[in-house]
């Protein structure tokens, strides 16, 4: 059985070019994943940039229920010192 030096020559040239496509293949598939991530932690950190959590937007609501709360308080009594100031006026005519 004889080798053709040609035979070889086109064996290891097609090795060579197999071997150059999936080395090619990969690195076209690890780049679409690292693509992938990229644009994944960018759309998690615009999330996290635009929304809060959950426990700290209850603790903004309490502190606003609780001032509203003291502006409804501070009403009722300026609204009854006004009352005291008006019936005052009328017990007087």
């Known amino acids: 059985?004889?080798?053709?030096?040609?035979?070889v020559i086109t064996t290891a040239i097609g090795i060579i070019g197999l071997m150059g496509g999936m080395i090619i293949r990969d690195r076209q598939v690890t780049k679409a994943i690292n693509d992938g991530d990229a644009e994944l932690h960018r759309r998690v950190n615009r999330i996290q940039e635009h929304y809060v959590r959950r426990d700290d937007l209850d603790k903004h609501l309490e502190s606003i229920e609780t001032l509203v709360g003291t502006i409804r308080d501070e009403q009722r009594e300026t609204t009854r010192r006004i009352d005291e100031v008006l019936r005052s006026m009328n017990n007087n005519k």
């Not at 059985?1 to 035979?7: F, P, R, T, V």
């Open 1 to 7: 059985m004889e080798i053709d030096l040609n035979s």
